[in-house]
């Protein structure tokens, strides 16, 4: 079992609709979880981290964590064509030292 | 203020060669990180400095690669002798205090034929 697990997509939406993107992660001793966005042949960018359990917005975006059932996800408001990238889950594992572990990310395609 | 940099882009080398790639934090970081990203598969750590220190590089795949930062600012990795199984996108990224706050850099796309 993959430690961080995501649906390669891509996932296609229409402009303007909800984009939602989920992650599994299998260890428990997770404890930060975050977002990135990677344009093709970009540096990843980081969009949001969450610590707690509920709901976190900022702007069009919203993650959402249930620690209970080890998933974390993205919302994105409204999406538009730009939001079109691979968003990648990590998360952050305090006994694992300060770094972080990917999801293979999601390929998102947004339709004008 | 100049974001992480990374030379070069690309590099195409024969099996049996070696390379170097080089990364540049943005100025007063502390914190430096190397990872890796192999075709179809997740980006996955390899080692993370704190100024010229190793402080945890258990994500080194074997010993052909050797990390090194100079005087804590820019660092190295180089690969001695590559295999075609190195090939991929290596990142590195910086944060001046946890990996939660840290800036990847574009990456070095690394072709090993």
């Known amino acids: 079992q993959k430690e961080v697990e995501q649906n390669s997509g891509p996932l296609s939406v229409p402009e303007g609709a909800i984009a939602s993107l989920n992650c599994t992660y299998s260890?428990?001793?997770?404890?930060?979880f975050f977002w990135y966005r990677q344009y093709s042949g970009k540096s990843p960018e980081l969009i949001m981290f969450?610590?707690?359990?509920g709901d976190k917005e900022d702007g069009r975006f919203t993650a959402q964590l249930n620690k209970a059932s080890q998933y974390v996800s993205l919302l994105i408001r409204d999406s538009q064509p730009s939001d079109s990238a691979t968003y990648l889950c990590?998360?952050?594992?305090?006994?694992?030292?300060?770094?972080?572990?990917f999801g293979t990310g999601t390929r998102l395609a947004v339709r004008p | 203020e100049a974001g992480v940099t990374q030379f070069p882009s690309h590099s195409v080398i024969e099996k049996g060669q070696t390379v170097t790639l080089r990364c540049d934090p943005i100025?007063?970081?502390?914190?430096l990180y190397w990872y890796r990203r192999v075709m179809g598969k997740e980006i996955k750590f390899l080692l993370h400095?704190?100024?010229?220190?190793?402080?945890?590089e258990s994500g080194m795949p074997n010993n052909r690669f050797l990390a090194e930062r100079t005087g804590g600012t820019y660092s190295t990795l180089k690969v001695q002798p590559a295999e075609l199984e190195d090939s991929g996108v290596y990142f590195c990224?910086?944060?001046?205090?946890?990996?939660?706050?840290?800036?990847f850099g574009p990456g070095t796309r690394l072709t090993v034929t």
């Open positions: 990224a910086s944060s001046q205090d946890r990996v939660a706050t840290a800036y």
């Open positions: 260890d428990r001793g997770s404890q930060s």
């Open positions: 969450i610590y707690s359990n």
């Open positions: 990590a998360v952050k594992i305090e006994s694992s030292g300060d770094k972080l572990t």
């Open positions: 100025s007063g970081h502390d914190n």
């Open positions: 400095f704190v100024k010229e220190s190793k402080q945890d």
